[in-house]
């Protein structure tokens, strides 16, 4: 079996949402650094495509007890190198 990370890119609007979350939601780049792991290694886990696209997006549980979002969802695309956010949407 091999290992296979993905390089993780994020849009500009993705960076400025988690920047302005950050005074709400105070371990919102835990729960996003834990979502770039797993985005990197499986990123169609889970997820759901778009049809007629090659954007998939995925919504996490609930965390909302630690500090989080209730819930974020995630629009994505990929290929064998990256895995690009394209936006998330914080619940």
Not at 21 to 32: C, E, G, H, K, Q
Not at 74 to 86: A, Q, R, T
Request: no cysteine; glycine share 4%.
């Amino acid at each position: 079996m091999t290992f296979h990370a993905r390089s993780i890119i994020e849009s500009p609007e993705v960076e400025q949402a988690l920047n302005e979350a950050v005074t709400t939601f105070p371990r919102i780049n835990d729960l996003w650094e834990g979502w770039k792991w797993r985005l990197a290694r499986g990123p169609q886990e889970d997820a759901v495509q778009i049809t007629g696209t090659n954007a998939w997006i995925i919504k996490t549980a609930d965390y909302s007890e630690f500090g989080t979002p209730k819930s974020m969802t995630i629009l994505f695309d990929f290929n064998e190198d990256e895995v690009n956010i394209i936006s998330i949407k914080l619940d």
